[in-house]
């Protein structure tokens, strides 16, 4: 069964640090990895899908890389902002999309 | 944009009621999820739907039904509820290329 584990639980920086999120996985056959932002009380919105076969994806500030060998996807945010405070989620996805989620970082940027 | 619509944001319902979660979504996508969230134990899922009249059980079924009659429509049916199904639910969908989409969620209190 996949387990997905983030670290850390909670990451608070000051504002313009680049900073790093780290997913690590127990089941290397996902189909994909899927990156999420989770703002209080609301629902997920995605952030960066990197599929099997591919190591990166982008987004503006947003970097997320995949080694299914090592079973590790990280998530780059460059140059933070306020903005970016929130709970970010990965979760690895099989068959018809179904997803296994971790337990989430909760990112606060200060001023 | 992708639209997931949620029935309720919030709900109260006494213990042993029969509830009623309602999922909409205005693309043409055929999976659909519940998940309930929870502090300390992250998102799980509930059920999935991959086409209309077809339900799988996710990791944590017992206690819910689901019905899909239309595409667009995904219902998360609690028989009877108890207080420790007081919870977030979430419901979301999925594309061809498997990004998920979720709605604001509803968040249900059983007394």
């Known amino acids: 069964k996949q387990e997905v584990t983030q670290i850390p639980a909670a990451l608070s920086v000051p504002e313009g640090e680049n900073l790093v999120l780290n997913c690590s996985f127990t089941?290397?056959?996902?189909?994909?990895l899927q990156w999420f932002r989770q703002d209080p009380g609301k629902g997920l919105t995605s952030l960066l899908l990197?599929?099997?076969?591919?190591r990166e994806q982008t987004s503006g500030r947003l970097n997320a890389s995949l080694d299914k060998s090592s079973g590790r996807s990280t998530l780059y945010i460059a140059a933070s902002q306020p903005g970016d405070s929130a709970t970010y989620l990965c979760a690895g996805g099989t068959s018809y999309g179904k997803l296994t989620f971790g337990q989430g970082t909760i990112l606060t940027v200060h001023p | 944009d992708v639209k997931v619509t949620q029935s309720s944001r919030y709900l109260v319902k006494r213990t042993g009621e029969k509830v009623f979660l309602e999922c909409v979504q205005d693309m043409d996508h055929e999976n659909m999820f519940w998940y309930r969230q929870d502090p300390g134990l992250g998102l799980r899922l509930i059920y999935f739907?991959?086409?209309?009249?077809?339900?799988e059980k996710g990791d944590i079924p017992e206690g819910y039904s689901v019905s899909r009659e239309k595409k667009e429509r995904f219902s998360l049916i609690l028989e009877s509820a108890s207080t420790n199904q007081t919870s977030m639910y979430l419901c979301?969908?999925?594309?061809?290329?498997?990004?998920?989409?979720f709605g604001p969620g509803t968040r249900l209190l059983v007394l």
């Open positions: 979301a969908i999925s594309d061809r290329q498997e990004t998920q989409y």
């Open positions: 089941d290397s056959a996902i189909y994909n």
């Open positions: 739907s991959y086409d209309v009249k077809m339900k």
């Open positions: 990197i599929q099997s076969s591919q």
